[in-house]
């Protein structure tokens, strides 16, 4: 991979730079609508942004939460925060009340970013939070628990272009935190998600500007860094789909001359299989998939509709991308790639990782990078995250001659239900809250349409009663769609 300068400048200035030649042309579309941002008017629109944040009081450092749908105007409310020098907060859009409360709750939250829908399901739980005002992107002004404010608004405050921003300072705050397998807020500073762009955007060597269909939400590695910021960064543009659909996918395509692809193995397969059904439109370059194995028929059918290779990435929450697989082995199949520009990697004995394995033995893969989080929020759980400097990923990997990845398994405790990141602890905390409930044990059950399904084994506390369906409604009114239990056994005794 070729050599890579690390950045210390946010995010927006490497944007800027990118743009600065062409701020008259369009960067961000809303497929919905045909609605368009130029670069110069995206910049505008953050630093409007940005504005009306510091007008609200928030100030350098503070954290602002984030929950949208994927919209462009979302997209600059994004950069505002960021120009602001604020924390964008990223909380998936589809979070809904316990889960949602959870993950504000005692962080000193009181200024959102959301979509209109986000606001309309979850103002209560936000007012509950703390949080006192909102920019609801794609909104109305009123009055309520929690005061709304709107685009429009926005674009009458005075330009913030966050100038005095330094790189060293955070720029965002994700949860998932895999390693430690549990919900809990990761940190990451403006200079490592502009070096983590920039990596990627070097090491996948395109030789044309990227047009991204946007699919995955921009709070998740996928929706931010692979498929938004790093065309971006290319001079490329986004094209933002708020539902997944994949007849409207084959569409867009064609009316906006989608050429870049980034989501799931599962979007993936659908698309592939509409394309079979009603034809691909020509144009996409480049499918890239992450988040959960890619099976070898989906890579074959995307190329035999669309002409184009469709490759593997991986990455996690506290590293952003580490490994790519190049183009000119799109055939191989299994494999996550090689480590982007910027990446040591190794592979150790997961019960010693100062003992390294070799070629093809498997092992834990442990990484090094510029971009690595800062921290989480809990101390001892990052102490525990790293081993002399390097990441423990909890992935089991191997690797072949030819230096490409191949993904084994997993040491951590997580599910995967169509690419969602699902950590079992979290399931068992609410479970647990339950007053019939003395133990819980949540795991996965391989499902091939959806990779694992989320289960639960209980042990009821004595003299108690309840039904399994009591317990799946107790549990799945109070998580997002992707977490819901797909079922619950009674038991008498819990051997995992």
């Known amino acids: 991979m070729p050599e890579l300068e ?5 995010v927006f200035s490497l944007l800027d730079e990118a743009w600065a030649s062409r701020e008259g042309v369009c960067a961000a579309i809303q497929l919905e609508s045909g609605a368009c941002y130029t670069w110069g008017g995206l910049r505008l629109a953050s630093a409007k942004v940005a504005g009306l944040l510091r007008s609200l009081g928030v100030k350098p450092g503070s954290q602002v939460l984030f929950a949208s749908q994927n919209r462009v105007e ?4 994004l950069i505002g925060i960021w120009r602001a020098g604020a924390i964008a907060t990223l909380v998936d859009p589809l979070t809904i ?9 005692g962080r000193g939250v009181e200024v959102g970013v959301v979509s209109q829908q986000f606001y309309e399901r979850e103002h209560s739980t936000m007012a509950k939070a703390g949080l006192k005002e909102v920019l609801v992107v794609d909104g109305q002004p009123r009055e309520g628990e929690v005061k709304v404010h709107t685009m429009g608004e926005a674009m009458r405050e005075n330009e913030v272009y966050g100038d005095d921003v330094e790189g060293t300072s955070r720029s965002v705050i994700m949860y998932y935190a895999g390693i430690a397998g549990r919900t809990m807020q990761v940190y990451h500073t403006h200079a490592a998600l502009s070096t983590t762009v920039k ?6 060597k395109l030789d044309f500007r990227p047009v991204s269909l946007v699919v995955a939400p921009m709070t998740h590695v996928l929706g931010l860094q692979v498929s938004t910021l790093t065309p971006l960064y290319l001079g490329g543009a986004v094209v933002m789909m708020q539902r997944w659909d994949e007849v409207t996918a084959l569409k867009a395509i064609k009316a906006y001359g989608i050429s870049y692809i980034a989501g799931a193995p599962t979007m993936h397969d659908s698309l592939v299989e509409a394309a079979r059904r009603l034809g691909a439109p020509p144009g996409v370059r480049l499918g890239l998939s992450g988040g959960a194995p890619l099976r070898p028929e989906t890579q074959d059918g995307f190329h035999s509709v669309f002409g184009a290779p469709l490759v593997q990435f991986y990455g996690m929450t506290e590293s952003w991308v580490l490994t790519y697989q190049p183009t000119s082995v799109w055939e191989v199949k299994g494999t996550v790639g090689a480590p982007i520009a910027g990446v040591d990697v190794k592979v150790v004995n997961p019960d010693n990782p100062s003992e390294e394995r070799g070629q093809g033995e498997v092992g834990e893969l442990l990484a090094k990078a510029p971009w690595l989080m800062e921290a989480y929020e809990d101390p001892e759980d990052t102490k525990r995250a790293f081993f002399d400097g ?6 089991l990997m191997s690797f072949d001659e030819r230096g490409l990845f191949y993904f084994r398994g997993v040491r951590k405790r997580m599910i995967k239900y169509k690419a969602y990141p699902i950590f079992p602890r979290d399931l068992e905390e609410v479970l647990r809250r339950h007053p019939a409930v003395e133990q819980a044990y949540v795991y996965g059950e391989k499902d091939p349409s959806v990779g694992e399904r989320p289960v639960a084994k209980v042990v009821l506390r004595p003299g108690s009663s309840v039904t399994e369906k009591e317990l799946l409604d107790f549990v799945n009114s109070r998580v997002a769609f992707y977490k819901k239990l797909h079922r619950v056994y009674i038991v008498d005794k819990i051997e995992a």
């Open 390 to 395: 390097w990441l423990r990923t909890g992935d």
């Open 6 to 10: 690390p950045e210390t400048r946010p």
């Open 199 to 204: 990596a990627l955007g070097v090491s996948m």
């Open 74 to 77: 979302a997209l600059a409310a």
């Open 97 to 105: 009340s316990e889960d949602l409360y959870y993950q504000l709750e």
